[in-house]
């Protein structure tokens, strides 16, 4: 009897052990998608890495391309391509405070309806579409690159890319 109550208290600390140490192994934060207790909504600066794309769970590396939506409740949502705040408001519905994104001409954040996209970008996704805040020529409107976000009409399309790129 003493023989196997020493077994089963051996297998019970061997277990206890390797669970230990998996659970060490962790990490406490996990992906990082949102920030939460945005009442201010302000726009959250982040570094390269630190945190995740809501839509396509990329690491944010290419900041010049970020994006945020600020939901009223406080809860800010960081994109790393202005494709896949399009693409991610199709499935999803917040109460929104504010939708940003940087601009390639001058750097700033400014709401996305207010921006003007470029179809040939080079950004994250390689959809083709990236902001600037100053109108120049062969720019569209928030509303008609969502529409060709939407409908499949960017970078990823052969035929759009040849028409736009030549290639």
Known sequence: MKKIVMNILTVAVVIAILVILLLSFGNDQGAKYVYKGNSAHKIIKIKPKEYQCSECNMNIEATAYEAQIITQGGDTYFFDDIGCVVLWLQNHKPVIAKIV?????????????????TRIAHDPMGYGFAAYEKKSKGLISYDEMKLL??????LHDPFVKKKLLGH
């Open 101 to 117: 994104t940087k601009t390639l001409d001058t750097h700033h954040w400014i709401n996305v309806k207010k921006a003007w996209y």
């Open 149 to 154: 976000m939407l409908q499949g009409k960017n």
